[in-house]
Every structure is written in C-alpha cells, then in structure tokens.
C-alpha cells in the first residue's frame, strides 16, 4: 500500500514505505490457535449437557473478548504502524483511534545506526536509532531488512550515489 501522495511535499516522492516486521504478530496468531483450539475443546465438553447453550454464549462472548484483545487490537496496531523514507524526511506513523507521527528532515540527520540481537538477525530485523540536531535519538524497534534500510537513509542523508547501496537496489529492496 503506497503512502498518499497528498500528504508529500511538491517534488517529495517516497523511497521506502514499511510496516515493522511480522514477528510482532507471533504472540497474537498464537493466542488466536490456543483460544480457537480451547473454544472448540470445551463447546465439545459441554454438547451433552443441558445447559450447553449458556454454555456455548459464554465461550463465545469469552473467546471474541480475549481475540479482540490479544489478536485484533495488536494486529491493527501493526497494520497500522508505518515507517517512511522519502527524498527529504524519515516518517513513523502509529495508531487507529490515537494517531502519532513523527518527521525527521534529512537534513537535521545528525546520525544513523542500528541494532540487532540474535533473534532479530534470525528474523532479519532490528531497531532503527536516529540521531537528530534537536533531539534525543529516536528508536524504531522491529524494521524490516534494518541493515539495508540503514544504509538507504545513510545514503539519502550523505546523498553519495556511490555508496554501498547503489540506486538500483532501492526497488529490489522494496519488493523484497
């Protein structure tokens, strides 16, 4: 899903539009299995009971509160969590009912660097920390392909086309 072109600047294109990674959602598809799972368990338990229909609401009204909680709420968090690169700003995006936002120019970049422990090198993400003229470093946790994304706003920010993330990889990375 691009960004919206109403929302750049003239001459503003974006280089780069993410949502974090996916490992966020491991926790939330997993109590999705376990309450779908435990739901039918116990409708079975109950079938040859008399008052199995109370009982049937009951897990029902139980299961859809704990997936609304533990699955959809965090599930829209991330769908709608955005982080963007453009030709002249780094954007992060979050919230459904409560939106947050914050820009960064490219040019008030003081510094770019990344983090990633051994869990984040297996899922191929990382946090994001950047430095910039007028603030404490800002961390964005779980970016996709974070190394490479280092390396793009370095470039964007140095402006250096020959650095080591040529030009022609921008949209192989996208895609990828």
């Not at 533990?70 to 700003?89: N, S």
């Not at 936002?101 to 920390?129: A, Y």
Request: proline letters at 5%; glycine letters at 6%; aromatic letters at 10%.
């Amino acid at each position: 899903m691009p960004y919206p072109d109403d929302l750049l600047s003239d001459g503003e294109r974006v280089i780069l539009h993410k949502h974090s990674h996916w490992k966020m959602l491991l926790v939330p598809y997993l109590v999705l299995v376990v309450t779908l799972a435990l739901g039918i368990w116990l409708a079975v338990l109950v079938q040859d009971q008399s008052w199995r229909l109370v009982a049937w609401i009951a897990i029902a009204v139980i299961g859809a509160a704990v997936l609304i909680w533990l699955f959809f709420v965090p599930f829209l968090r991330w769908r709608t969590t955005h982080f963007i690169v453009t030709t002249d700003r780094v954007m992060a995006r979050e919230g459904v009912v409560n939106r947050t936002g914050i820009d960064i120019p490219l040019g008030r970049i003081n510094s770019v660097r990344f983090e990633h422990g051994l869990i984040d090198r297996i899922f191929g993400c990382g946090t994001l920390i950047i430095e910039s003229a007028s603030q404490e470093p800002l961390e964005f946790d779980d970016i996709p392909k974070v190394e490479k994304v280092h390396t793009l706003i370095y470039r964007e920010v140095n402006d250096n086309p020959h650095d080591d993330y040529g030009r022609g990889s921008t949209q192989e990375f996208q895609q990828g």
